[in-house]
Each structure stands twice: as C-alpha cells, then as structure tokens.
C-alpha cells in the first residue's frame, strides 16, 4: 500500500484510497476546476473538503501542503519518477495533469503554448475580477453605498467577456478542440451567472459565443461529476 504519512495533511485529512490523487478542496470556481480535470481525465482520486469558513485552510497541516493557505492542492502518490508530488496553484496542477496523462492539451508546441496562454488569462483576470465583481455583488461589499469599486469590475469583466466571445466566434472551444483552458474559463463564467447571479449586472446575455460554449460545457456528463 502507498505510504503518505511523510505528508501533514494526512493526519488531518486520512487517506482512505492512498494509491490515488488526493484533492483538497471546495466547490468553488478553482476547486471545481481540479476536480472537473480530474473526471475529464478518468484518473481516480479521493475528496477532501477544505471548509473556508472554518479556517481550515490556516492550519498546519493543509499549509503543509499549500503554503499560500489556498485551495485546491493536490497529492499525487505517483508523481514524477514514481515519488509521490503535492502540488498548488490550479494553472499548475492542470498543466501537470494534462502532461501526465498527455490528454487535454495540444501536442503540437504552438497550439500548445496558446492553450497555455488562455490559462494564464483565466488565471491572471477571470479569476480574479469575477471574484471581485462576486465580492460587491453577493458577499461583504453588496451593501456598499458607494457602487465606484463595483462598477470598475463589472466593466472588467466585461471586457473580458468580451475578449472571450470574440476568441469563441466559429469556435467549438477556445482552442477549437475541448482542452484545460476551457476547464479553467467555464467554471468561473457559470459561477458569475449562477452562483453570483451578476449575469444581468455585466450583460451576460450580449456574449452569444460565451452563452453558446458555457451550456456545452455544463452538458458535458464530466463536467457535472465535477460540480457535484
């Protein structure tokens, strides 16, 4: 049997299955991110909910892992050489999961690195300003009387929804074929429209190719274990 009781986490979080990936997380944007590359991929793993709220992510042990107390992270008993691999940082652990199975990523290098580049651009601005824009909308700042600050995301993010519907246009996919770069976009479209309910707010229904590729997304049967 795999052996991973070198690792804190464990102790906190036991590892019922070792022998397979170890996900720490929660339903959010990114946690679903890892969890839907997961079932895209058919590699088997085990569920370890991270509860937020409880401040689980600041404990010894989940730092362990994560030093920068975010979720998800990974622990991969057969990582590189066969030596189990924590690992953070969802751009990070999708490209890793993409290069160990050699699935969901472009083989050829130029459409590869482009797969790679709408990933960062998840990373470095949906993210981030669709948080945001959840932030003012549905969570602490909702009750704001001055709307300046919520307004600056809401015109992010349309302008990013903007970028992302022209990329779309006579495309199945933002690389044309299904790949990590939509796992790590459509998440956080779904969870401005459902979860924050903003949809209205930044004038979802204007981004036809965005509406398009999100509802292929969410009838996808791996996308929706992955949301579970």
């Not at 370890?48 to 010894?60: E, G």
């Not at 050489?81 to 924590?86: F, S």
């Not at 130029?110 to 949906?126: D, F, H, P, T």
Request: aromatic share 10%.
């Amino acid at each position: 049997m795999t052996d991973l009781s070198a690792f804190p986490v464990t102790r906190r979080w036991p590892a019922q299955h070792p022998e397979r990936i170890q996900l720490y997380s929660l339903g959010t944007p990114n946690g679903q991110k890892v969890s839907i590359a997961l079932e895209e991929l058919g590699l088997p793993y085990e569920f370890h909910r991270v509860d937020i709220s409880a401040d689980d992510q600041f404990t010894p042990e989940f730092l362990s892992i994560n030093p920068n107390n975010k979720i998800p992270a990974i622990l991969d008993p057969a990582g590189p050489g066969g030596e189990p691999m924590p690992l953070w940082e969802t751009g990070a652990i999708l490209i890793y999961l993409a290069e160990k199975t050699g699935q969901l990523l472009p083989q050829h290098p130029v459409q590869r690195y482009q797969a790679i580049q709408w990933l960062m651009w998840q990373m470095g601005g949906v993210g981030p300003m669709f948080g945001q824009v959840g932030f003012f909308t549905r969570y602490g700042g909702k009750d704001f009387e001055d709307k300046r600050p919520r307004d600056r995301y809401v015109n992010e993010a349309r302008r990013l929804l903007g970028v992302l519907d022209r990329r779309l246009e006579g495309r199945d996919w933002v690389m044309g074929d299904y790949s990590m770069a939509d796992i790590a976009i459509f998440p956080w479209v779904r969870c401005m429209r459902d979860v924050y309910q903003a949809g209205e707010l930044v004038g979802i229904d204007e981004f036809g190719n965005v509406l398009r590729v999100l509802e292929a997304f969410l009838a996808r049967p791996a996308v929706q274990r992955g949301l579970a």
